[in-house]
Structures are given as C-alpha cells and as structure tokens.
C-alpha cells in the first residue's frame, strides 16, 4: 500500500548521454513516433494504480504527436503475503503501524478522489502470483489487452473491495476484456511462474520500489510521477531518435 511516493526521476539531459541502453527509435505504421513504455507494477500498490492513470493523461495529451505501446510487468512488494488473504487494515496495521496507516489512508483516499476514484480498503490483500500470471498471459494476447486486464484488476482491487487473490475475481477481470486461457492457467498453479519470474528478472531486478517506468528503453521515471514529467520524457526520448 504504501510502496514508494515519489522516487528519483532519472532524466538524463540529451547533451550528457546516460551510459543507460539505448534503442533503436521506432516509427508506428501512423508515421508518429512510438513511445514503448515497459511498467514494473503490484497490482497491490496504490500507486501504480496513480501511475497508471497519470501515464494515461501523459498519453492522452500527447496522442496527436506519438503512438504508444505499454508493457506490463511483474513485481512483488510483499512476495511471502498469505496466498488465502488477510484484511487489508489489519495487514498494513501491523506493517507500518495504526498511525501511519491512518495517515496513509486519509492521503490515498484524497489523491484517489483526485482521479475521480473512491479508494476501498475493505477486503483482503494477499499474494499476488496468480495476478501477474494473468497479466502475463494477457500480454501474449495484445499489450491493449494487457493494459486493460490490468485496470481491471486495480479497479477491482482498489475500488471495489475486491481480494486480487480471489480466482473468480481474477475469472471475471479475463472475462471482462477478452483474455482467452485464463481458466486454464489458473486451475494449474504452477503454469506461467517460471514466465513470470523471467518476467521479473529482465524488468525488475534491479529497482526496489514500483511503480516504474521505462521509456524506449532508456528514459526511467519511478513512482507517482505527474503526467507533466512523462511528457517530458516522451519529448525527450523522441529527440533522442530524431
């Protein structure tokens, strides 16, 4: 719940290039530059949820000069969190402490209510494997369709009270926008792991918090950024594949 406010923003200016990989710059079939965007996420972490929402008014505003493409990825902010669920208040009251999470409550619920969301924190939190193997999954069927089973799934968690271990609630999230093979995957609780962890690997070993964002490879942003400092980064990683 709470992973990470606000964390360093790597820019670097285009006059001092960062030893970061480069990529190559890719042009979309519109003739508009793309902006690949690879997201390391929980899909426990309020603020990715706040990431994600930003990033999409970045998009929005920035549709008529850039396409975009947004890759999800796995990260676990508690890895050994009940698979079977604990109450979300009685969890982070023992992680942070009654104070803070009251605290922490009062500031989500307001920068929630800021999204035009309502922010619940009744229901269960838990392990969120069988999450990322869905999301996985998705992104073997079109990266809009993993975008979407990822909304889902925020919204279900973090608006509706819904327990993001829950199989049915996951059943229902593939079901929603589409995504073929969910049941099976699901009912097999090893099928997809090892994709996952691989997933982990490549994309998130080396951060320690989420959310974070990869922008064409190399232009990195972590945390709640607003959506100014992402069009900024687009506008700088299109200058850099000028």
Not at 44 to 70: H, I, R, T, Y
């Amino acid at each position: 719940m709470l992973s990470r406010l606000l964390l360093s923003v790597r820019i670097p200016s285009p006059a001092k290039p960062s030893g970061l990989r480069c990529t190559r710059f890719m042009a979309s079939d519109t003739g508009k530059k793309l902006m690949q965007i690879d997201v390391s996420s929980d899909t426990v972490c309020p603020w990715c949820f706040v990431g994600k929402k930003n990033l999409e008014k970045a998009m929005e505003q920035s549709k008529a000069k850039f396409d975009f493409e947004v890759r999800w990825h796995p990260f676990f902010l508690n890895p050994d969190a009940p698979k079977e669920g604990i109450r979300k208040s009685d969890f982070y009251k023992m992680k942070f402490g009654p104070v803070q999470f009251e605290r922490a409550t009062s500031r989500m619920t307001e920068i929630f209510r800021g999204l035009g969301l309502e922010y619940d924190m009744s229901g269960l939190t838990g392990n969120t494997m069988d999450s990322h193997r869905l999301i996985t999954l998705a992104a073997h069927q079109g990266y809009d369709k993993q975008n979407a089973l990822v909304e889902e799934l925020f919204q279900s968690y973090f608006c509706q009270g819904k327990y993001i271990g829950d199989k049915q609630v996951l059943l229902d999230a593939a079901r929603k926008v589409g995504i073929e093979g969910a049941e099976e995957l699901l009912e097999d609780p090893s099928r997809g792991v090892d994709e996952v962890q691989e997933e982990l690997n490549k994309h998130s070993s080396g951060i320690s918090g989420v959310p974070h964002f990869v922008i064409n490879g190399k232009y990195q942003l972590s945390g709640g950024q607003p959506p100014s400092t992402f069009m900024r980064a687009f506008e700088m990683a299109a200058k850099d594949g000028a």
